[in-house]
């Protein structure tokens, strides 16, 4: 929930200033709002990125006429940094020192706008590992009630889980693999890591202890394949950690005999190249022993390479098929879709690791169709399949309900209106017999999508860092060329369950839409599920479904 400053709100929407005290200011202003929302063709009025229902509006007003809600929102205007903080997630200083912020009636009050910014600056914070901005963070009063300090403690935990079963699979893979690589953990085992995890407060210590648990055998692992500059280096920055004394007598165990190593390893060099070759005829022979070995491993290695570069690309393939009771079963469009379906429905560890790595990457603009280019040059490839799909009937008689005005717009006739209300990003999918396209919309924007006149599937697809260049990890078994691309790096909220279960099955009546000025508004937003968790949900935003037949999913 985003924080509205009222005062500056009031004064932006005036032209001018405006005194929350003179009712008559405020009431004109209202019915001015309500007026402009109402002309608007969403029914909502927006203001920046937010956007305001009719309800809201409401709701906004009633609490001007509150004395006690006013004057805790006039403590916010006061302190310039917590209201820039809460505005922009910048945090540019210290909060005023007030002692209504320690009070259980303002926590209650801010904690809904506090805690999703302070929590959010925290996360980005620790993935670009900056530990003065933690520390500023946690410096300051945490405006949070006993619910919403759980809450930000439980989203922190879990960010750093993401990275602690990182640096835990690369330790596993490096003690079966010595060879296996570990770039994705690097990250994890650096002074900086050590510095952010010192920066958290007390309620992290079991995880600092055991993180730095995980970062010793780590270490070991990597002295197990003779990376032993690489160990000490590891082991000098767990030496930093703020940990329990059972992790720092671990660490200094292990440095101590690592050292002693590394020492011992330096001797045997320098005897190998310095006193037992002591002649000039000893030390051409090794010269000539070196140039001989060394040419053999570079044979070796340009064997490997060239054969790698000759060697097709051998990529798993996927086989799919739609529910024998569907009514898209042997359509054209129908085993490609269930493809893409089953890779996104994939929920992908590498797409997460590479989200923590902060590349920043294109994204598309709303109204993109990042799919349907693809599909459709597959679907293409598919010869004869679905040829003889029969389009089953659904003709009956109907009684037509009073029309929405709310709904009505020649410019965008037979379309669904998809508004997103939630801050990942939203790829709506329209499946027909035989089209398909996709639709990407920003998050708090919207787009018109068409509706064809026939039986129709749409899928709502959310999620944060688009890769326009992320593969599948499984090719179509029947089209073998085809393999998606581009994803989300990561779902959000409850994401791939919303995929399967908020689908749309339509069937458009033509003799009604064919004579309709009508389009279908629906949003997705977000519901809270319980205490602690929110999840997405689509609604529909009018109650006319005139010309339209909703089909259960099979």
Same mark, same amino acid.
Not at 397 to 413: C, L, M, T, V, Y
């Given at each position: 929930?985003?924080?509205?400053?009222?005062?500056?709100?009031?004064?932006?929407?005036?032209?001018?200033?405006?005194?929350?005290?003179?009712?008559?200011?405020?009431?004109?202003?209202?019915?001015?709002?309500?007026?402009?929302?109402?002309?608007?063709?969403?029914?909502?009025?927006?203001?920046?990125?937010?956007?305001?229902?009719?309800?809201?509006?409401?709701?906004?007003?009633?609490?001007?006429?509150?004395?006690?809600?006013?004057?805790?929102?006039?403590?916010?205007?006061?302190?310039?940094?917590?209201?820039?903080?809460?505005?922009?997630?910048?945090?540019?200083?210290?909060?005023?020192?007030?002692?209504?912020?320690?009070?259980?009636?303002?926590?209650?009050?801010?904690?809904?706008?506090?805690?999703?910014?302070?929590?959010?600056?925290?996360?980005?914070?620790?993935?670009?590992?900056?530990?003065?901005?933690?520390?500023?963070?946690?410096?300051?009063?945490?405006?949070?009630?006993?619910?919403?300090?759980?809450?930000?403690?439980?989203?922190?935990?879990?960010?750093?889980?993401?990275?602690?079963?990182?640096?835990?699979?690369?330790?596993?893979?490096?003690?079966?693999?010595?060879?296996?690589?570990?770039?994705?953990?690097?990250?994890?085992?650096?002074?900086?890591?050590?510095?952010?995890?010192?920066?958290?407060?007390?309620?992290?210590?079991?995880?600092?202890?055991?993180?730095?648990?995980?970062?010793?055998?780590?270490?070991?692992?990597?002295?197990?394949?003779?990376?032993?500059?690489?160990?000490?280096?590891?082991?000098?920055?767990?030496?930093?950690?703020?940990?329990?004394?059972?992790?720092?007598?671990?660490?200094?165990?292990?440095?101590?005999?690592?050292?002693?190593?590394?020492?011992?390893?330096?001797?045997?060099?320098?005897?190998?190249?310095?006193?037992?070759?002591?002649?000039?005829?000893?030390?051409?022979?090794?010269?000539?022993?070196?140039?001989?070995?060394?040419?053999?491993?570079?044979?070796?290695?340009?064997?490997?390479?060239?054969?790698?570069?000759?060697?097709?690309?051998?990529?798993?393939?996927?086989?799919?098929?739609?529910?024998?009771?569907?009514?898209?079963?042997?359509?054209?469009?129908?085993?490609?879709?269930?493809?893409?379906?089953?890779?996104?429905?994939?929920?992908?560890?590498?797409?997460?690791?590479?989200?923590?790595?902060?590349?920043?990457?294109?994204?598309?603009?709303?109204?993109?169709?990042?799919?349907?280019?693809?599909?459709?040059?597959?679907?293409?490839?598919?010869?004869? /399949?679905?040829?003889?799909?029969?389009?089953?009937?659904?003709?009956?008689?109907?009684?037509?309900?009073?029309?929405?005005?709310?709904?009505?717009?020649?410019?965008?006739?037979?379309?669904?209106?998809?508004?997103?209300?939630?801050?990942?990003?939203?790829?709506?999918?329209?499946?027909?017999?035989?089209?398909?396209?996709?639709?990407?919309?920003?998050?708090?924007?919207?787009?018109?999508?068409?509706?064809?006149?026939?039986?129709?599937?749409?899928?709502?697809?959310?999620?944060?860092?688009?890769?326009?260049?992320?593969?599948?990890? /499984?090719?179509?078994?029947?089209?073998?060329?085809?393999?998606?691309?581009?994803?989300?790096?990561?779902?959000?909220?409850?994401?791939?369950?919303?995929?399967?279960?908020?689908?749309?099955?339509?069937?458009?009546?033509?003799?009604?839409?064919?004579?309709?000025?009508?389009?279908?508004?629906?949003?997705?937003?977000?519901?809270?599920?319980?205490?602690?968790?929110?999840?997405?949900?689509?609604?529909?935003?009018?109650?006319?479904?005139?010309?339209?037949?909703?089909?259960?999913?099979?």
């Amino acid at each position: 929930m985003k924080y509205l400053n009222p005062f500056a709100f009031l004064e932006k929407m005036n032209g001018g200033p405006v005194s929350t005290e003179d009712t008559a200011a405020i009431s004109l202003l209202r019915k001015k709002m309500m007026a402009e929302l109402e002309l608007s063709e969403e029914k909502v009025l927006r203001e920046g990125a937010q956007w305001f229902s009719k309800n809201d509006l409401l709701l906004f007003f009633d609490e001007l006429q509150s004395p006690g809600k006013l004057h805790l929102h006039q403590q916010i205007r006061d302190d310039n940094v917590l209201l820039v903080f809460l505005e922009t997630g910048k945090l540019t200083g210290f909060f005023n020192h007030n002692p209504l912020y320690n009070t259980p009636a303002f926590l209650t009050f801010i904690a809904p706008f506090y805690e999703p910014v302070f929590t959010t600056a925290v996360l980005d914070s620790l993935k670009q590992q900056q530990a003065p901005a933690v520390q500023q963070l946690y410096a300051n009063p945490l405006l949070m009630d006993g619910e919403h300090q759980h809450r930000s403690y439980d989203k922190i935990f879990r960010a750093l889980q993401e990275s602690y079963k990182i640096l835990e699979a690369a330790e596993q893979r490096r003690r079966a693999d010595p060879r296996s690589g570990w770039k994705d953990a690097a990250p994890y085992v650096n002074l900086q890591q050590v510095q952010v995890l010192n920066a958290l407060p007390e309620i992290f210590q079991e995880f600092r202890n055991d993180s730095g648990i995980l970062m010793i055998n780590f270490a070991l692992a990597l002295d197990g394949t003779r990376e032993n500059k690489k160990a000490l280096e590891i082991l000098y920055a767990v030496k930093a950690l703020k940990c329990g004394a059972y992790v720092r007598e671990e660490t200094a165990k292990y440095l101590q005999q690592l050292e002693e190593k590394a020492a011992s390893r330096k001797s045997l060099l320098g005897r190998f190249f310095g006193r037992e070759y002591k002649t000039k005829q000893q030390r051409r022979k090794l010269l000539r022993d070196t140039l001989l070995k060394g040419g053999v491993a570079l044979a070796i290695i340009v064997a490997i390479i060239i054969g790698a570069r000759f060697e097709q690309e051998q990529v798993p393939r996927i086989k799919v098929r739609e529910s024998a009771n569907s009514i898209f079963t042997g359509a054209r469009t129908s085993l490609t879709m269930q493809y893409l379906l089953s890779q996104l429905l994939m929920d992908n560890e590498k797409r997460a690791k590479k989200l923590l790595e902060g590349t920043r990457l294109p994204v598309p603009a709303t109204g993109a169709d990042v799919y349907g280019a693809d599909f459709m040059k597959a679907v293409r490839m598919q010869g004869d /399949y679905g040829a003889g799909f029969v389009r089953p009937p659904f003709g009956r008689s109907r009684k037509w309900a009073p029309e929405d005005s709310s709904g009505n717009d020649a410019a965008h006739r037979q379309s669904m209106q998809v508004v997103n209300r939630q801050d990942g990003a939203l790829i709506t999918m329209v499946q027909t017999p035989d089209s398909f396209y996709s639709c990407y919309i920003a998050p708090f924007d919207s787009a018109f999508v068409p509706l064809p006149l026939s039986i129709s599937r749409v899928y709502f697809y959310a999620g944060t860092g688009w890769d326009p260049e992320w593969k599948a990890e /499984y090719a179509m078994d029947y089209v073998a060329s085809y393999r998606a691309k581009g994803f989300f790096l990561m779902p959000v909220y409850d994401a791939l369950s919303f995929l399967k279960t908020s689908c749309l099955q339509l069937n458009l009546d033509s003799s009604y839409w064919q004579h309709s000025n009508r389009y279908i508004p629906v949003e997705v937003f977000l519901s809270e599920k319980n205490q602690l968790q929110q999840q997405l949900q689509l609604r529909q935003l009018t109650n006319n479904f005139n010309g339209v037949d909703l089909i259960p999913m099979e």
